[in-house]
């Protein structure tokens, strides 16, 4: 606290005691009440508005919080209140708590920028919903805020009778002076005109919210595969674990028909992307020469092939009209109809991995343990292949299953049947 750091100076021992006493009083010991009391206090210079803020103190919490959101919605900029919201949306639907570092990535990913205050500050400076708690996670200040943060659908309800866009500057300054010619200055302040006005310089649509569950899981499962697509960076990979172990939580806990129909369509042109093109698949499947733990690679290969769970929750996403209508390219939409289709759907989906996995097998050099786990890839979906047309009973799911040589051939057959010449 700034102004009441020098306790040598006049009055100010006094007004600490002063505080202190009435925190206790007003607050019953309410850590919430105290700790966001006294985050308000630390930014203020006159006693008029401490004492203000001790006497707002005593008020309900539920009171507290919706005054909090209410402020921040009138003082936060556009680009705040879409950080406020990216936030939420990661405390409410991501399956971990984040910590800063994880969570500036979030906003990275989210703003294509990185904000020059570390995210550790800002609770205490601009976003009092939240703090970094005693674990070190961001979280909500008290578990009962995400009670009263209204649902987007509830606010766009609201604001659909108001303009979506911003007033002009000009335009509010005649309102203003129209105002302040018909109206006395007292009766001007004492409505707040100028805070109306202010909220008038503001697009509609710059709101606290929280999105309704089917599409905020979507919207999760959206950063996780914009994470799994683009190219990787320092940020990034501070979610790529998380991106690869929760994308398919997110999808398959979303109602298709509740979901919102654009965030679905540019779900489906991600999906497309992480299950044909190379560089996508080599970071779904953890392709990296520094990977060298043999069960973190068989994981890997019973997620994708020795069980079918991932698998059918990709294929129940691909089979919504919705998913295609932002795919442009024509092969690729073709392959997505092909997947949707067929009655070999799980073949169709997996084939590009494993097209991938005989590339690294055959025409790179690798490691002797990355060319292993490229061949036992590959050995699983040809099993998976021959066991569906008769060919073979037998699975090769378990670790310690030795290939025999015919079998070996038959891979490297396959491989050169799929592999450009």
């Known amino acids: 606290m700034p102004a009441l750091n020098d306790r040598t100076r006049l009055g100010i021992p006094e007004l600490r005691d002063n505080i202190r006493a009435r925190l206790c009083a007003e607050t019953q010991g309410d850590y919430f009440k105290i700790d966001k009391t006294l985050d308000h206090i630390s930014s203020l210079e006159y006693k008029t508005d401490i004492k203000q803020a001790l006497d707002d103190a005593s008020k309900e919490r539920s009171q507290q919080i919706t005054e909090a959101i209410k402020k921040m919605n009138e003082s936060r900029s556009e680009k705040e209140l879409l950080e406020i919201n990216e936030i939420i ?6 399956k971990d708590v984040l910590t800063p570092k994880q969570m500036s990535a979030a906003l990275y990913v989210r703003n294509g920028e990185t904000s020059l205050l570390p995210l550790e500050q800002k609770p205490k400076i601009k976003y009092s919903l939240f703090e970094v708690d ?29 303009s979506k866009e911003a007033a002009q500057a000009a335009e509010v300054a005649m309102i203003k002076h129209f105002l302040l010619t018909l109206c006395p200055s007292e009766v001007y302040t004492k409505l707040k005109f100028d805070a109306y006005l ?54 398959s806990t979303v109602d298709l028909a509740l979901a919102d129909i654009a ?17 996508s698949i080599d970071i779904l499947l953890h392709c990296a020469e520094s990977v060298d733990d043999p069960n973190l690679r068989y994981k890997i290969r019973r997620y994708w092939l020795y069980s079918n769970d991932s698998v059918n929750t990709i294929l129940r996403w691909f089979g919504d009209s919705a998913i295609t209508s932002e795919i442009t390219d024509t092969a690729t939409r073709a392959w997505v109809a092909s997947v949707a289709s067929e009655a070999e759907s799980d073949e169709d989906l997996m084939r590009p991995a ?3 996995m005989a590339v690294h097998f055959l025409q790179e050099a690798h490691s002797e343990s990355f060319t292993k786990d490229a061949f036992l890839f590959i050995a699983g979906f040809v099993n998976k292949i021959e066991r569906r047309k008769g060919v073979v009973t037998h699975e090769v799911n378990d670790p310690s299953y030795v290939y025999s040589v015919e079998e070996i051939e038959n891979v490297e057959n396959w491989c050169q049947t799929v592999l450009p010449r």
């Open 198 to 251: 202010a909220q008038l310089s503001k697009p509609k649509g710059s709101r606290i919210n929280k999105d309704e569950p089917h599409t905020g899981e979507t919207k999760m499962a959206l950063t996780c595969l914009d994470i799994l697509t683009e190219k990787t960076d320092r940020k990034r990979t501070r979610l790529l674990t998380h991106a690869r172990k929760y994308f398919i939580n997110h999808l």
């Open 263 to 279: 965030c679905k369509s540019a779900v489906g042109v991600l999906l497309a992307k992480l299950f044909t093109e190379g560089s």
């Open 89 to 94: 949306r990661w405390i409410v639907y991501g």
């Open 354 to 356: 494993a097209e991938r």
């Open 134 to 162: 005693r674990n070190g996670k961001v979280d909500f200040r008290s578990s009962e805020i995400e009670r009263y943060i209204p649902l987007k659908k509830t606010t766009h309800d609201l604001e659909d009778s108001y």
